[in-house]
């Protein structure tokens, strides 16, 4: 579904993907794990159409090229992306949220259809439907985390990115959102997860790639993964 191939980006001097190639197939969970600052977001941020590479290509269901396109029409093309803090509308209620999320694909679908999405959202996160008409800025962190994910849904995405859904969450409600990922995977949904609790994403991805320092240093079966001793020592601890 989307094919990234030696993708180089830079904020002034500071290189901060130099290189990166992956693959996100169709209906499966590819997860990127790594420390801080090591280009997850900068990866999520490019793709989306936030940052202009200055080389490589990031091609979506093998013909539609994404680098040069604005945000908005790599929306447009079925990329949505759940940002790194959420990112949820305080002011507005989890409903008004879901319609916002809706936005970029109103006009091909319709309200009814929309009514029928926002009934898919709350079937995935019921917490969302019993507050529904609570601000989502009064929302627990979890739930910001359920709005997030449930907004992008809403655009009805080939692929689903997820920046680090787990940022500054209780342990337990950790468990909860990665459990929702599963139900996402199992539901078809293509998804690309950045995270840097490595163990907990590939419990949940079927393939992994470790970025370091803006490159991918080892990749494989997240089930492999997990045993790699390199993999172990460099994230011992980390979830
Ligand atoms: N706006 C910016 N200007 C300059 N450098 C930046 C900017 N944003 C990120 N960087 C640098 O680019 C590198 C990659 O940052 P990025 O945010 O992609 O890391 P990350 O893997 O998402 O980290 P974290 O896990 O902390 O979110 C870091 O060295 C960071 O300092
Ligand atoms: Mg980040």
């Known amino acids: 579904m989307l094919e990234i191939k030696d ?3 830079s904020y002034g001097l500071v290189r901060a993907l130099q290189g990166v190639s992956l693959n996100v197939p169709d209906g499966k969970l590819v997860c990127v794990i790594g420390s801080n600052g090591a280009g997850k977001t900068t990866l999520l941020r490019s793709i989306s159409g936030l940052l202009k590479p200055s080389q490589g290509s990031i091609q979506l269901a093998g013909k539609e090229e994404l680098v040069g396109r604005k945000p908005h029409m790599v929306t447009r093309s079925g990329v949505a992306h759940c940002p790194e803090g959420r990112r949820v509308f305080p002011e ?3 409903t008004d949220n879901l319609i916002l ?7 091909k679908t319709g309200q009814a259809e929309m009514r029928k999405d926002i009934q898919n959202v709350f079937t995935i996160f019921p917490r969302l439907q019993e507050r529904r008409e609570q601000q989502a800025g009064t929302l627990s962190g979890g739930e910001q985390q359920m709005l997030a994910i449930g907004r992008a849904l809403m655009s009805r995405p080939r692929v689903l990115l997820l920046d680090e859904p787990s940022m500054g969450l209780a342990p337990v409600i950790i468990d909860e959102v990665f459990k929702r990922l599963a139900e996402l995977k199992e539901r078809g949904i293509t998804m690309l997860l950045v995270e840097q609790l490595a163990f907990r994403a590939l419990g949940v991805a079927d393939y992994g790639y470790v970025i370091e320092n803006g490159k991918i240093m080892i990749e494989g079966e997240a089930s492999k993964l997990m045993n790699d001793p390199r993999v172990k020592e460099a994230y011992l ?3």
């Open 237 to 239: 601890g980390g979830g």
């Open 7 to 9: 993708l180089h980006v």
């Open 92 to 94: 507005q209620t989890v």
């Open 101 to 107: 999320g809706a936005f970029s694909t109103m006009k």
